[in-house]
């Protein structure tokens, strides 16, 4: 089975991909098309250069990568939504889909932190709304990152009953410290799951808003209202 995540930029996706590795019979896979999107918008991330000698830029190949990922039954691929936007979505239609939201307030604000000026486009809410619509006869799940840490195992229980496979307790816990499936990105990406052991909120969660940002917070309300209301429940 091919469990495809897609998410929005600083949610707890690191953190679901990590539970996931721990399961035994899965195996994770994380931002494949990331040089796709920083080929094909000229976006400019930090360790930009790295990312690009990394990964293929060429989407049929990657694409090829990760359905020729064997050794386990499944197979966890972390994506972000704004990766996907730029390449063709064929392949969903293998997948189980999972989308993974945030209250765009604490999302934008920690975004800010690395990016000054976010658009729509790099927080991805709208277009997890338009890819949620696209796949909605096909049962997405819809997980809230703020109702997963309420109560992780009652999500994951729900979750892993939804898309088909048994919920092990392993998904939990993990240890701290880089993981050899990260991405070349982490050192400027995952400092903060790097230090967790588990599904724990942030004390940077509560960060305020810049002033400049709340234009962009209130257009992304609204698609985060459409999808939440479809989100499961501890």
């Not at 819809?142 to 992780?152: I, K, R, T, W």
């Given at each position: 089975?091919y469990i ?7 949610n707890i996706?690191t953190a679901?991909?990590y ?7 899965t195996t ?8 796709c999107?920083?080929s ?9 250069e790295?990312?690009?000698q ?6 049929e190949v ?9 050794g386990r039954?499944?197979v ?6 704004h990766h ?8 969903l239609?293998?997948?189980?889909n ?8 604490q999302l934008i604000a920690?975004?800010a ?9 790099d927080?991805g ?8 619509k696209?796949?909605e ?5 819809v997980v809230?990152?703020?109702l997963?840490?309420?109560?992780p195992e009652?999500v994951l229980?729900k979750?892993c009953?939804?898309?088909g496979i048994v ?5 939990l ?7 050899p499936y990260?991405g ?5 990406w995952y ?10 909120r ?5 960060r305020p808003?810049?002033e400049?940002?709340i234009?962009l917070?209130?257009e992304?309300a609204g698609?985060y209202n459409l999808?939440v209301?479809?989100a499961?429940?501890?």
């Amino acid at each position: 089975m091919y469990i495809h995540l897609i998410s929005g930029p600083r949610n707890i996706s690191t953190a679901l991909m990590y539970s996931f590795a721990q399961r035994n019979d899965t195996t994770v896979v994380d931002e494949p098309f990331y040089a796709c999107y920083l080929s094909r918008t000229k976006a400019e991330h930090p360790g930009k250069e790295v990312v690009m000698q990394a990964q293929s830029s060429e989407e049929e190949v990657v694409k090829k990568e990760i359905f020729k990922t064997t050794g386990r039954p499944n197979v966890f691929i972390k994506n972000m939504a704004h990766h996907i936007e730029v390449i063709n979505d064929d392949f969903l239609s293998k997948c189980v889909n999972i989308f993974l939201i945030r209250d765009p307030k604490q999302l934008i604000a920690s975004y800010a932190q690395v990016i000054d000026q976010p658009v729509m486009r790099d927080i991805g809410i709208e277009y997890e709304q338009t890819l949620f619509k696209k796949l909605e006869n096909h049962n997405p799940v819809v997980v809230d990152s703020g109702l997963l840490l309420q109560n992780p195992e009652s999500v994951l229980k729900k979750v892993c009953s939804k898309i088909g496979i048994v919920f092990q307790p392993a998904m939990l816990r993990w240890p701290a410290g880089p993981k050899p499936y990260d991405g070349v990105w982490a050192p400027h990406w995952y400092a903060n799951v790097h230090r967790s052991t588990g599904f724990e909120r942030q004390s940077t969660s509560e960060r305020p808003l810049p002033e400049h940002l709340i234009p962009l917070y209130q257009e992304a309300a609204g698609y985060y209202n459409l999808l939440v209301k479809h989100a499961i429940t501890p």
